[in-house]
């Protein structure tokens, strides 16, 4: 089975900061990778997903994460924050199992606070 | 709006009982899925329907159960024997049953058992 291991619980940053969200899974097959967000009192959202070719993918709100195979990692970046990236967000994996949506798994999530 | 609906919002219920969450969409999706998310844990997959009349149990089934009589309703029912229910249950639903598709998910509900 697979699992999803998110690096930070909680991350603290200003206006301006870069970030990096890292991710990383353990399955050895052909896996489809996502990040979701949840914003205060807003529905879980898609920012970027990964099914194949380039491995530096591009969301939405100028996200964009990298897979990089050697390493199980699917990390999370933006060059430069905003006070309205203020949310949770969820790292999740869902493998290449007989080829059906049996469902995603999903990280602990990391909750960033942007301070003004 | 094509969505997914999720009711009620929160819902209180006595130790004991079983209470039923509602789910429906109209996004005309073959797929549902229903997650439990508990502080500092993420999503966990409860059951997931990838056609009507057909459901699967996910990693924490044991205490619920589900039905999916019609393509839009996937309603889930936490029953007495669910021994820690308290916690926000999110509903989702993709396209179709490849592992290509995004989720779209609900709005959730907040159960609190008492």
């Known amino acids: 089975a697979q699992s999803v291991s998110q690096h930070n619980h909680h991350v603290i940053l200003s206006e301006a900061a870069s970030l990096e969200l890292g991710c990383n899974y353990s399955?050895?097959?052909?896996?489809?990778l996502f990040w979701y967000v949840q914003y205060p009192g807003q529905h879980l959202q898609l920012l970027l997903k990964?099914?194949?070719?380039?491995?530096l993918v591009k969301g939405i709100k100028g996200f964009e994460a990298e897979f990089i195979k050697s390493k199980f990692s699917f990390n999370l970046r933006k060059p430069s924050v905003q006070w309205s990236d203020t949310a949770e967000y969820f790292c999740a994996v869902n493998a290449h199992s007989g080829g059906g949506a049996d469902g995603l798994t999903f990280g602990k999530g990391t909750h960033l606070i942007i301070q003004p | 709006d094509g969505g997914i609906t999720q009711s009620p919002k929160y819902l209180f219920r006595k130790e004991g009982q079983n209470v039923t969450l509602s789910c429906e969409q109209n996004?005309?999706?073959?797929?549902m899925y229903w997650y439990r998310q508990d502080p500092g844990q993420g999503l966990r997959l409860i059951y997931y329907s990838q056609i009507v009349n057909d459901f699967q149990k996910g990693d924490i089934a044991e205490g619920y159960s589900v039905s999916r009589e019609k393509k839009e309703s996937f309603p889930l029912t936490v029953t007495s024997a669910q021994k820690n229910p308290t916690a926000f249950y999110l509903c989702?639903?993709?396209?179709?049953?490849?592992?290509?598709?995004?989720?779209?998910f609900g709005p959730g509900t907040r159960l609190t058992v008492l």
């Open positions: 996004l005309n999706h073959d797929a």
């Open positions: 989702a639903s993709s396209v179709d049953w490849s592992s290509y598709n995004e989720q779209f």
């Open positions: 399955y050895g097959g052909t896996v489809n």
């Open positions: 990964y099914f194949s070719g380039d491995p």
